[in-house]
Structures are given as structure tokens and as C-alpha cells.
């Protein structure tokens, strides 16, 4: 392989990565309109989209052994290989947990997963998760350090709010068991989504400077 096809290789394994991003963000921008507005083609577009995360995943991890059989990578090289490995799991997981949303909204329906009363703390959740996929894909784009870390302090917002949500589910809660078990649920994978962005964010850091630092 020249160094020109290598060249190119490498950019290719970075734009997967970069779609891989766009998929996320869509999936939990259409998950939460699925959960918020009780929209059954919202959550059945998520759950078949979720093929094409997979997808891209595959893609990424057979594109690593020809790079590693055919050029020898320099350091930056290979952080860059080794980052995209454990990237590409990270976004491949984003979409299973939008997809994971998705269903709790196809079981209910159409019998909504969001009394009145969580409608507030749910929408802030939808709200920064679909911020931090934005920023999740910037960061892929730019590798700027400073909104990398930046993205830790939108991750602390998503923990606040499960934390809400939680002690909402354990006061007087008159909506039922199933109704705060589902909740329960879809807050962890709301904030199980960031903490996932955050783990993107560290290895763009990694990649940056070879240290992690977030």
C-alpha cells in the first residue's frame, strides 16, 4: 500500500467515524421525540436505523487489520487506528441505547411512558443528550481539547437530572410501578448515552496529545 492509498485510508476510517456521530445524534433526537410526543414512526425509524450504526461499526473494525498488514503506522498513525476501535464502540452503543428508548416507547404505546409530572426532567435529558451528540461530533471534526472537556460538564447536567428524575420515582409516586420502573429506565440510558460521548471525548484527547486528560 503507498503512502498515498494509506493517506487515504486513514481519512476514509476518520469520515465512518464522523456518519458514525451524525447516526447517534439522530437516534436519540428521534428517540426523544418518540418518548415526548408518543410517536410510534419516531420509534420504529429508530429501531431499523440501528442497522446502519452496526454497520459502520463492521466497517471500521475490518478497515484496522489491512492498515496494520499492509503499512507499518507511525505514533499518531496508530493512536488514531487504536482510537478509532474503541470510538466506533462507543457511538455503535449511543445508538443502542436511543434504540433501547425507542422500545419502552413501543411497549406503552399509545399509552404514554411520561406522566405530567416528569415531563420537565425528561425533556431537559432530551435535551442535553441531543447537545452533547452535537458536541460529540464537532469534537470528532475539529479535535479541539477544549470542547472535549467541555463535554464533561454536559455530562454532569444528565447525571443532576436522573438524579431528579430518581427522587421523583421514590417520593409519593401515584402513576404506578410500571410507570416508575420504565421512567427509571430511560433515564439510566439517557445518561449511560453521555457517559458514552464523555468516553468519545477522551480518546479525541488521547489522539490529540497521547495522554488522557478528561
Known sequence: MSRSSYDEQLDRLTGVLATMSRVAAAAIRGASTALLDVDRDAAEAVVRGDA??????????????????????????????LCAIRIAADLERMGDLAVHIAKVVLMRHPVTVVPPPAVGVLTEMAVAA????DKTSLVLATRDQVDAMQLGLDDDEVDAAQARLLA??????????????????????YERYADHAVNVARQVVYLVTGTIRL
Open 130 to 133: 441531543a447537545r452533547i451528540a
Open 168 to 189: 421523583m420515582l421514590v417520593a409519593s409516586w401515584p402513576y404506578g410501578i410500571e410507570t416508575a420502573i420504565d421512567l427509571a429506565l430511560v433515564g439510566r440510558y
Open 52 to 81: 446502519v450504526l452496526n454497520r459502520l461499526r463492521d466497517d471500521v473494525e475490518a478497515t484496522i487489520p489491512e492498515l496494520f498488514i499492509r503499512q507499518q503506522p507511525v505514533a499518531s498513525d496508530l493512536r488514531l487506528v
